[in-house]
């Protein structure tokens, strides 16, 4: 088996590069607990009325050219060389649920400025993808999430699932919800009114934005 010949006949073992692990906060668990207490505290007093209504949201970035972290290098070796490591292109998803199991449609966030640096109508899948409601927007100067994605994400993906989740259930047009959000700076930036978290507050103010503890 190729995997004898690697550990056997050139004595190679899978190993990996590291990097150190983000520390959580000393006083994690009370901070969670006080963050849960708050929601806890929405649901009841402000009348979340249903699971559908809670939503959390949260990006991660994804290589287009995936190399992986390990490779196989002889037992012993301190210089461990993983091709393609140094690969950087990426885009960022933007992946929200309900705690009602519904899954909202995702947002694809690239960078560079012009129409073709989106995923092209011709590529394998656009159809697919169109048929399930994601949607694709440019980042800031890089793939990353901008205030302006953001808010093309509430517009275009939160508010049509929030009307079809009021439709199925009779509720108002404006049913609060709460939208369920990490400390990222653009998430809670607020030093001018085009600010994402202004914005939200002012233009659709029963949406009501809390955040996860920073490094929990």
Same mark, same amino acid.
């Given at each position: 088996?190729?995997?004898?010949?690697?550990?056997?006949?050139?004595?190679?073992?899978?190993?990996?590069?590291?990097?150190?692990?983000?520390?959580?906060?000393?006083?994690?668990?009370?901070?969670?607990?006080?963050?849960?207490?708050?929601?806890?505290?929405?649901?009841?007093?402000?009348?979340?009325?249903?699971?559908?209504?809670?939503?959390?949201?949260?990006?991660?970035?994804?290589?287009? @050219? /995936? #190399?992986?972290?390990?490779?196989?290098? !002889?037992?012993?070796?301190?210089?461990?060389?993983? %091709?393609? =490591?140094?690969?950087?292109?990426?885009?960022?998803?933007?992946?929200?649920?309900?705690?009602?199991?519904?899954?909202?449609?995702?947002?694809?966030?690239?960078?560079?400025?012009?129409?073709?640096? @989106? /995923? #092209?109508?011709?590529?394998?899948?656009? !159809?697919?993808?169109?048929?399930?409601?994601?949607? %694709?927007? =440019?980042?800031?100067?890089?793939?990353?999430?901008?205030?302006?994605?953001?808010?093309?994400?509430?517009?275009?993906?939160?508010?049509?699932?929030?009307?079809?989740?009021?439709?199925?259930?009779?509720?108002?047009?404006?049913?609060?919800?709460?939208?369920?959000?990490?400390?990222?700076?653009?998430?809670?930036?607020?030093?001018?009114?085009?600010?994402?978290?202004?914005?939200?507050?002012?233009?659709?103010?029963?949406?009501?934005?809390?955040?996860?503890?920073?490094?929990?």
């Amino acid at each position: 088996m190729v995997h004898d010949i690697l550990r056997i006949e050139l004595g190679w073992s899978m190993r990996a590069s590291t990097r150190a692990a983000q520390k959580i906060p000393d006083e994690w668990e009370a901070l969670c607990l006080a963050a849960h207490a708050r929601i806890t505290f929405d649901v009841r007093i402000k009348t979340i009325k249903h699971p559908c209504l809670l939503v959390n949201g949260d990006q991660g970035g994804f290589s287009l @050219l /995936p #190399s992986g972290k390990k490779t196989w290098a !002889e037992r012993g070796a301190k210089q461990i060389t993983v %091709h393609g =490591h140094d690969e950087k292109r990426q885009m960022t998803m933007l992946v929200a649920s309900s705690c009602s199991g519904e899954l909202l449609p995702f947002q694809t966030v690239w960078g560079g400025k012009r129409a073709d640096s @989106l /995923p #092209s109508p011709a590529a394998d899948g656009w !159809e697919e993808a169109e048929a399930l409601g994601f949607k %694709h927007a =440019h980042g800031d100067t890089r793939h990353w999430s901008s205030r302006q994605s953001m808010k093309e994400w509430i517009q275009e993906v939160v508010i049509p699932y929030h009307s079809r989740m009021c439709s199925k259930y009779n509720f108002a047009p404006e049913e609060r919800m709460i939208l369920l959000l990490d400390v990222w700076p653009v998430h809670i930036a607020k030093t001018s009114e085009e600010d994402f978290l202004p914005w939200l507050k002012a233009t659709y103010p029963w949406i009501l934005p809390r955040f996860i503890p920073g490094g929990c």
